[in-house]
């Protein structure tokens, strides 16, 4: 299935710094986590089609603020602070995560979290506290693993697997690939995304309940939520 979710508007809305008041959205929200320089800013440009909208840095550290970007008027992505960035003092790195902890904790907007990982490295110590955290306040994150042209194909798979076992993932948490040079990848966030603005799994008729516990119980071997939604959607056409 190819996604050619058309992009009307961009709008850096919301700008919070750590003494911000959350703004109380009306749309749903698609949030973006990780570490400091992982690409979070990139990838947010690639799903707007814009080269430099979000504004990205080969310096970590550049996002400082939650930055909350209306798409359409349709929903909002969300670019959160990186985490893990050296440079930053211990108090200011203490009040970042606060900010972050309480979007988290507090938007009734939130849908998905995207937590980006690097997928030439096992996830550090930070990688798995967010994950932790993310999984504790009941979210399951999908994961992305960030700047995929930058190894081999042969190596792809065997790098997949060692994130999914940094983070220990919970079963059935995809791993999206995603370069934002080649844009591999994207189409398939998206379709995570529509599914999502859509109403996700939460707005099936009691019909297609039994179908959809049966693609979940296979999503524990291993298929993702799209294949999930596939599969629905195939059903549906028989
Ligand atoms: N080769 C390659 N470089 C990438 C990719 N994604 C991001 N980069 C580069 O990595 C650097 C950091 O990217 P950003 O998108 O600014 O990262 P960020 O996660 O927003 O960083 P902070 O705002 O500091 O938290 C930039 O130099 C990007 O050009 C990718 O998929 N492939
Ligand atoms: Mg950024």
Same mark, same amino acid.
């Given at each position: 299935?190819?996604?050619d ?10 700008v919070c710094?750590?003494?911000s ?7 749903? *929200?698609i949030? &973006? ?12 440009n ?18 400082q603020?939650?930055? &909350?970007?209306?798409?359409?008027d349709?929903?909002y ?5 990186g985490?893990?960035y050296a440079k930053v ?7 970042w ?5 309480k ?45 995929l042209?930058?190894?081999?194909r042969s ?7 060692m994130i999914?076992?940094g983070l ?5 948490t995809?791993?999206?690939p995603f370069?934002?040079?080649?844009k ?10 529509? &599914? ?12 297609d *309940?039994?179908?959809?516990?049966? *693609?979940?119980?296979e ?9 999930? &939604? ?6 549906? *056409?028989?």
């Open positions: 299935m190819v996604i979710m058309h992009i009307k508007s961009v709008n850096l809305e919301t710094g750590v003494t008041v959350l703004p109380e959205n009306d749309k749903v *929200e949030a &973006f986590a990780g570490k400091s320089n992982v690409g979070k800013s990139s990838l947010i690639a799903l707007m089609n814009r080269k430099a909208y979000a504004r990205t840095s080969s310096q970590p550290g550049k996002t603020t939650i930055n &909350f970007y209306n798409i359409n349709e929903v992505f969300v670019d959160l602070p985490y893990g003092s211990l108090a200011l790195k203490e009040k995560g606060k900010l972050i902890e979007y988290l904790g507090t938007s009734k907007q939130l849908r998905i979290i995207f937590l980006l990982i690097d997928i030439r490295h096992e996830p550090s110590e930070n990688d798995k506290n967010m994950y932790d955290w993310i999984v504790h306040n009941g979210y399951n994150p999908v994961i992305i693993a960030t700047k042209d930058k190894i081999n190596q792809r798979d065997k790098h997949i697997k999914r076992k220990n993932t919970v079963e059935g995809p791993i999206i370069s934002s040079i080649s591999q990848g994207r189409d398939e966030i998206w379709e995570l995304i529509e &599914f999502t603005m859509n109403g996700g799994f939460d707005e099936v008729d009691e019909d *309940e039994e179908e959809l516990v049966d *693609e979940k119980v999503a524990n071997e291993g298929v993702t939520i799209i294949e999930r &939604f596939e599969a629905d959607q195939i059903s549906e *056409e028989e």
